[in-house]
């Protein structure tokens, strides 16, 4: 059975940092690409970045580009999102996502219909 556990968020200033981790359990993790999504009340999940298996390709929304960097360590079946200089608009539950299935389109890791597996969500929360 597959488990992605997410930690690390929790309230923090505008202009502070936080660092999610995502381990992933019950299936291989070093050939699967990993990505991390958001979503805040009311609203639709939203991409925010994804690496391949490999670690030889990332992607981000445009509204984390330059903030925010994504990482993963294959030895620990684990992805890291890196959030610097956070803004108020960036609070949301963000979830951690596994593609079951290889990439060959750098469209199709910010497509939520890529990812097969996810985690239950750690609460980010930026006060202005």
């Known amino acids: 059975q597959v488990q992605l556990v997410e930690s690390g968020g929790g309230l923090v200033q505008a202009g502070g940092s936080l660092r999610l981790s995502c381990t992933a359990s019950g299936r291989p993790f070093s050939t699967n690409s990993m990505g991390w999504f958001r979503q805040a009340p009311g609203k639709e999940r939203d991409f925010v970045a994804a690496?391949?298996?490999?670690?030889?390709?990332?992607y981000y929304a445009d509204s984390v580009k330059g903030r925010f960097t994504i990482s993963r360590d294959n030895a620990k079946n684990t992805v890291y999102l890196q959030m610097n200089s956070l803004k108020p608009e960036d609070t949301a539950v963000y979830y951690c996502?596994?593609?079951?299935?290889?990439?060959?389109?750098?469209?199709?890791?910010?497509?939520?219909?890529?990812?097969?597996?996810w985690g239950q969500g750690t609460q980010v929360t930026v006060s202005s």
């Open positions: 690496i391949s298996w490999g670690a030889f390709g990332t």
């Open positions: 996502a596994q593609a079951g299935q290889p990439l060959y389109r750098s469209s199709a890791y910010s497509s939520l219909g890529t990812y097969d597996y």
